[in-house]
């Protein structure tokens, strides 16, 4: 059983930055591939980016893109987004995951096997 624990949310102004870390349990933490799920109120869980086990290849969404970056440190059992250029509309809860039947980079939300307790960012106008 993995365990994940996210840090880092919080209120902050558009163009304002935010570094969400996930703080991961086991030995095993550095073969999983990871992602970060986001969700607001009244819509549905979306990915934002994924990662696979080294950190050698990432995936984002176009919503996101050039303005986030996932990352991982397997020595710290820890996987980073760092958030620049925050908009209104990256207001929501957000959640990481990781696959544990995979290495590369998984898209799919049913994929991920473990989910953290959520972050909340709140970004003002």
């Known amino acids: 059983q993995v365990q994940l624990v996210e840090s880092g949310g919080g209120l902050v102004q558009a163009g304002g930055s935010l570094r969400l870390s996930c703080a991961g349990s086991g030995r095993a933490f550095s073969t999983y591939a990871m992602g970060w799920f986001r969700q607001a109120p009244g819509k549905e869980r979306e990915l934002v980016a994924a990662?696979?086990?080294?950190?050698?290849?990432?995936y984002y969404a176009d919503s996101v893109k050039g303005r986030f970056t996932i990352s991982r440190d397997n020595a710290k059992n820890t996987m980073y987004l760092q958030m620049n250029m925050l908009k209104p509309e990256d207001t929501a809860a957000y959640y990481c995951a990781a696959d544990r039947s995979s290495r590369v980079i998984v898209l799919r939300l049913t994929n991920y096997d473990y989910w953290g307790q959520g972050t909340q960012v709140s970004v003002s106008s």
């Open positions: 990662i696979n086990w080294s950190g050698g290849s990432t």
